[in-house]
């Protein structure tokens, strides 16, 4: 029995059947880890005791029946931007090198209510600002796929290590595509709920009106799963949702005969790579042939989606890393005069060349005389977009798209042009900008061996129909390819 072929929800099964037990399967990663984090750098902070430890006292409870959920038992990754009490939380950053948390994110605490066991903290785009998991303090994550390309971002080091079986799962955080783009690159299934469906609360804030915690994991199955396990109201979060429909697993269904599916023909036309074109929509094909009902139609302002996010996130973004000052926590600069000059130090020395580009712009569209020029006017545009899905989603259940245009692009590549990478998410922030649901899953390979992912939309509150459209392509396409992964 090869635990690491296993995805979650079946080792949980085979260690409640007594096939095997979490410290096994702990071992089991730990082993892929110490092989291969040399060369992949998935993981800031991992624990190699603790891991064990934590696994042991779980393994307990299963054997005295304390625990018996899905998840009991499973070591997961957790993306490190989401607090977790007593373990290192530094969002891939110098100034919060030295930072650790008093207390844990819902999330984390909802995953062990459950019984899964932490392995350790993933490698990120610092705070989340990037594409590529290249801005982080603490170096390049690379693609399990190909050593030399990026395994996107900002949850990188989350998608890779569930492609190098380092994890069994790993939550991540999608602030404009960042759980579904790096569970494209790596060949993985990614999904970003509704906003508001699990709390935010633990979460270090990037784009609070735009933050969504998600699982990436290695099937539909295990994202479903742990989304009802993660999905909670909670009155520490004032965007918290008080929902009674995430009993997810129930649309795990091979059915989609009568499924109204959009094609957006904006989302196919210039800037997209042939090969990704193809892909999904051969898998669109798939779900034609299942009894789908598909039809392409025009989706308006998404030429203004990438504007609009960009200053939105980065007027929030200006906003959130104010407390960053070295006062409180965190880094301080060592020589500064003054309080002033401490500041600016601090600031300096401890945010990297992306996030103080974000800031610098979040800083002047909110300024006196730009504010209603740039940010009143992007709030406006963001409702249009929404109005836009709003009248799409009033004809069909489930909208298909790629998820970016091209594969995982070489490392090095997109950050000599912060332009390009910008616009590499072009067909995911919108679902952020509508707090809409969406999940990537893979659909094929390119011809240099890259996996391709198909992003499948759904309109608030329908996770359900997402899982299930890409549940039912799932069955019908099989066991996805492997990477081939080369040692160091």
């Known amino acids: 029995m090869n635990l690491l072929n296993m995805t979650a929800t079946e080792l949980a099964n085979a260690i409640k059947e007594g096939k095997t037990t979490a410290v096994e399967a702990m071992q089991a990663v730990i082993a892929q880890i110490e ?40 070591p997961v990754a957790i993306k490190d931007n989401m607090c977790t009490k007593g373990v290192l939380t530094t969002c891939s950053s110098k100034i919060l090198g030295n930072f650790v948390p008093e207390f844990s994110s819902e999330a984390v605490i909802n995953l062990e209510k459950a019984g899964a066991v932490m392995i350790g903290k993933t490698n990120m785009d610092e705070f989340a600002m990037g594409s590529t998991t290249e801005t982080s303090a603490y170096g390049i994550t690379r693609n ?22 380092e994890c069994y799962f790993a939550l991540g955080s ?43 994991c290695k099937d539909v199955t295990d994202c479903a799963t742990i989304l009802e396990i993660i999905s909670s109201h909670d009155r520490k979060d004032s965007t918290s949702l008080d ?35 193809k892909a999904v929509m051969d898998a669109v094909e798939v779900l034609k042939s299942k009894g789908a009902i598909v039809e392409e139609f025009d989706l308006e ?15 929030e973004a200006s906003s959130n890393l104010e407390r960053f000052d070295g006062v409180k926590y965190g880094f301080r600069a060592e020589n500064f005069e003054g309080l002033h000059d401490m500041y600016k130090k601090t600031r300096s020395e401890g945010f990297g060349p992306e996030v103080k580009r974000r800031i610098m712009l979040g800083s002047f ?44 692009p070489g490392i090095g590549e997109s ?74």
């Open 35 to 74: 092989k291969y984090e040399s060369t992949y750098n998935c993981y800031v902070t991992f624990d190699k005791e603790a891991a064990l430890e934590n696994a042991a006292k779980v393994q307990a409870k299963i054997e005295a029946n304390e625990l018996t959920g899905p998840l009991a038992g499973v």
């Open 144 to 165: 399990p796929w190909n050593s030399n390309c990026v395994p996107g971002g900002s949850s990188g080091g989350s998608a890779a290590a569930v492609a190098l079986s």
């Open 174 to 216: 999608d602030t404009g595509g960042s759980i579904r783009q790096p569970a494209s690159y790596c060949g993985v299934v990614g999904l970003k709920p509704t906003y508001g469906t699990v709390s935010r609360y633990g979460l270090i804030a990037y784009g609070s009106s735009l933050d969504q915690i998600g699982p990436l």
């Open 243 to 277: 929902r009674k429909d995430t009993d997810f697993t129930s649309a795990l269904v091979d059915d989609v005969k009568g499924m109204k599916i959009g094609i957006p023909s904006t989302y196919f036309g210039e800037g997209l790579n042939p090969e990704v074109k």
């Open 301 to 315: 302002l998404v030429d203004y989606a990438i504007p609009t996010y960009y200053t939105i996130a980065a007027a």
């Open 365 to 408: 569209v909110l300024s006196s005389g730009y504010y209603d020029a740039y940010y009143l006017k992007a709030l406006k545009v963001k409702a249009l977009i929404k109005k836009a899905f709003d009248n799409a989603f009033a004809k069909y259940d489930v909208i298909i798209g790629p998820v970016a245009p091209t594969t995982a």
């Open 415 to 488: 950050l000599s042009d912060p332009i390009k990478m910008y616009l590499s998410d072009v067909y995911t922030i919108s679902l952020n900008l509508a707090g809409l649901p969406g999940i990537s899953i893979p659909c094929g390979l390119d011809s240099k061996g890259m996996p391709i992912g198909m992003q499948i939309i759904g309109d608030c509150y329908k996770e359900k129909n997402i899982i299930r459209a890409a549940y039912a392509y799932e069955q019908a396409r099989g066991k996805f390819a492997e990477p081939d992964i080369k040692e160091a």
